[in-house]
C-alpha cells in the first residue's frame, strides 16, 4: 500500500480537487510485491496548502489501515513558510546512505543540505545502536571505497571499533566521525529536521518541505537525494514501488541494545555458537512468548560492554508511525526475555545490565522504489556486470521471516547458507537502479533503491548503502554542474569520478 496519510484521500489544490488514484490491479514486472504508483498532496507557490485527509469514501471517516479500522477527519491548513536554502542538491536522511551522499556531493564543489530526523548522523549504526557495520570487503577486494573506506578509517583511528577492532561499532565515536566528515567537506545540515512533504509537477520535485523546532520551512533544490530508508520523498513525488512480498509482508524489525558488565572471555569460552543451540531448552522452558529462532545475538564494543542485535518485532510497517509504536513497546517488554535468556542459560552473561535501547527502531524493509532498472536474484547469482555500474558488493542475501515459527525461520536459514559468495566475488549495482522511475532529478540511495527483495536484503546493509550514496551523491552534483537532468549524466565522467574518491570499480 501507499503512504497510509494517502490513501484514498482527496487532495485539494488551487483549482479544486481529486481522488488520489491507487491500481490494485497494476501488473508487477518485478519479483516480490505489488507495485504501487503514488499521487502525493501539495500545494507551495508563495505559501503551503495541505489538505490532510482520511477515510472518504468510507462509512462515518473510517479508514482500514492494516488490520485497524481508524477514524480520520479532513482539515485543510494554509500557511506560508520560508524558503531557507536554495542549494544544488538536497539529501533527505543522514544515514550512511545520505552521509556518503552529502559528502560525495560537496566534494565535487556544489552545495549541499541535509536534513536528519535523528540528533545525530549515522541512522542504524549510532541512534539505532546496530553493533556492526556487516562486510566492507569481499575477502580480497574493499568494495565501500571512497566515503565508506574513510568512515572506517577514521572509526579505528578514534578506537570506535571495540577492543576487538574489526567493523564493530562504539555510537559515540560514530556520531563524531560522522559531524566531522560533513563539517570538512562543507555540508551544511541539521540535525531534528523531518520532511514532511514535497512540491512536485510533471516528475520534477521543486521543492521539499521539512519541519523542525523553528517551523515549517522549505528547501529548492536542482537535484534531490533521497536517502530516508523508506523512500518518502521519490514516492511523494509519484515514483511507484514495491513493499515487501505479494502478500505485503516485510521483514520483522529489531531494537537494539547496549549492554554492561559481559564476561567476554568466559562468553567466548564457553562458546558463542550456544547462544543459538540453547534455545531449544529456553523454548521448552517458556522464557519467550514467541519462538524466535534467529538470534543474530551480540557483539564486542567494550572491554565488558555488548552491542545486542535481540529478537524480532513481527509485522511492524516502518511507514506506519503506529505499527511502529506497537512494535517498540513490544520490543522493551522483548527485551526482558533475552536478559532472562542470557543470564540463566549462557555463561559470561550472568551479571550484565541493560544500559540503553537505541532511539530508534530497526527496520530492515519498507519501500523499494523502481528505477529504470530493478537488480534481481538473477544478477546476484550471475555476479552480474553492467555497463552502467557503480559500485559492487557482496553480502549474502539475508532476507529475516516476516512471521515466527520454524517454517519461515528455515526458509531464511537455507537462503543465508546457499545465496552467498565465496571470496572475491561481488555483483555490480547499476547507475539505473538509483534513478527513481518517473523523475527527472531524484535519486535514491540506501535501502530503498531498485531491487527485488533478495537484492534489498543484500545491499541494504551499511557497506552497501555507502556505495550506492556516495553514487548518488556524485551524480545529483555532476547533474547539477552539467545543467542536466539524473538521466543526462554521462555515466563515464560519473565512474570516473567516482573512482577519483576511491570507488571499487574494475569494470569501467
Avoid at 455 to 483: D, N, W, Y
Wanted: charged content about 25%; aromatic content about 8%; overall charge negative.
Amino acid at each position: 500500500m501507499a503512504d497510509p496519510r494517502d490513501r484514498n484521500g482527496a487532495v485539494t489544490r488551487a483549482g479544486g480537487s481529486y481522488d488520489a488514484a491507487y491500481d490494485a490491479d497494476l501488473p508487477k514486472d518485478t519479483a516480490g510485491g505489488r507495485i504501487v504508483p503514488f499521487s502525493r498532496r501539495t500545494f507551495i507557490k508563495g505559501g503551503l496548502g495541505i489538505a490532510v485527509a482520511g477515510g472518504l469514501g468510507l462509512a462515518h471517516g473510517a479508514e482500514t489501515q492494516g488490520d485497524r479500522q481508524v477514524s480520520e477527519q479532513s482539515v485543510v491548513i494554509q500557511r506560508t513558510i520560508p524558503v531557507r536554502h536554495e542549494v544544488d542538491v538536497f539529501v533527505a536522511g543522514g544515514g550512511p546512505a545520505g552521509v556518503a551522499a552529502a559528502v560525495g556531493a560537496a566534494r565535487q564543489g556544489r552545495s549541499v543540505f541535509l536534513a536528519e530526523r535523528q540528533n545525530c548522523l549515522g541512522g542504524m549504526g549510532t541512534a539505532g545502536l546496530l553493533p556492526v557495520f556487516m562486510q566492507f570487503s569481499d575477502g580480497e577486494n574493499f568494495l565501500a571505497g571512497g566515503v565508506g573506506r574513510e568512515v572506517l578509517t577514521n572509526l579505528q583511528e578514534a578506537g570506535g571499533t571495540g577492543p576487538a577492532g574489526g567493523a564493530t561499532i562504539r555510537a559515540e565515536v560514530l556520531k563524531r566521525v560522522y559531524d566531522d566528515m560533513l563539517l570538512k567537506a562543507g555540508v551544511d545540515f541539521t540535525f531534528e529536521t523531518t520532511l514532511v512533504d514535497i512540491e512536485a509537477a510533471e516528475g520534477t520535485v521543486s521543492l521539499a518541505v521539512l519541519a523542525a523546532k523553528s517551523g515549517l520551512f522549505a528547501v529548492r533544490a536542482k537535484h534531490y537525494v533521497d536517502c530516508t530508508g523508506d523512500g518518502d520523498l521519490a514516492a511523494w513525488a509519484g515514483a511507484p514501488f514495491e513493499k515487501g512480498d505479494e502478500e505485503g509482508n516485510m521483514m520483522a524489525g529489531t531494537l537494539c541494545s547496549v549492554w554492561a558488565d559481559v564476561d567476554w572471555e568466559r562468553a567466548r569460552a564457553y562458546g558463542m555458537q550456544n547462544q543459538q543451540t540453547r534455545l531449544d531448552d529456553a523454548f521448552k522452558d517458556k522464557v519467550f512468548t514467541v519462538e524466535d529462532r534467529h538470534l543474530p545475538g551480540m557483539w564486542r564494543i567494550g572491554e565488558r560492554l555488548a552491542g545486542g542485535n535481540l529478537g524480532h518485532t513481527y509485522g511492524v510497517d516502518g511507514t506506519d508511525e503506529r505499527s511502529v509504536t506497537e512494535a517498540v513497546i513490544w520490543a522493551r517488554k522483548l527485551i526482558l526475555e533475552y536478559e532472562r535468556y542470557y543470564k540463566e542459560y549462557l555463561e559470561g552473561f550472568e551479571d550484565m545490565t541493560l544500559v540503553t535501547l537505541g532511539a530508534m527502531h530497526g527496520i530492515r524493509e519498507t519501500r523499494r522504489i523502481l528505477g529504470d532498472y530493478v537488480l534481481n536474484l538473477e544478477d546476484f547469482n550471475q555476479r552480474a556486470t553492467f555497463d552502467d555500474e557503480i559500485g559492487r558488493y557482496s553480502y549474502p542475501v539475508d532476507i529475516h521471516a516476516g512471521k515466527s515459527g520454524n517454517t519461515a525461520y528455515e526458509v531464511f536459514a537455507k537462503e543465508h547458507k546457499e545465496l552467498r559468495y565465496g571470496k572475491g566475488e561481488n555483483y555490480g549495482i547499476p547507475y539505473r537502479s538509483i534513478l527513481a522511475r518517473g523523475l527527472s532529478n531524484v535519486l535514491v540511495a540506501g535501502r530503498c533503491i531498485s531491487t527485488d527483495r533478495y537484492m534489498q536484503s543484500s545491499v541494504r546493509v551499511m557497506p552497501g548503502c555507502f556505495i550506492t550514496g556516495q553514487a548518488a551523491g556524485v551524480a545529483a552534483a555532476l547533474a547539477a554542474e552539467k545543467g542536466t537532468d539524473t538521466r543526462g549524466v554521462a555515466v563515464d565522467e560519473l565512474q570516473g569520478r567516482l573512482k577519483e574518491l576511491g570507488a571499487f570499480l574494475p569494470n569501467c
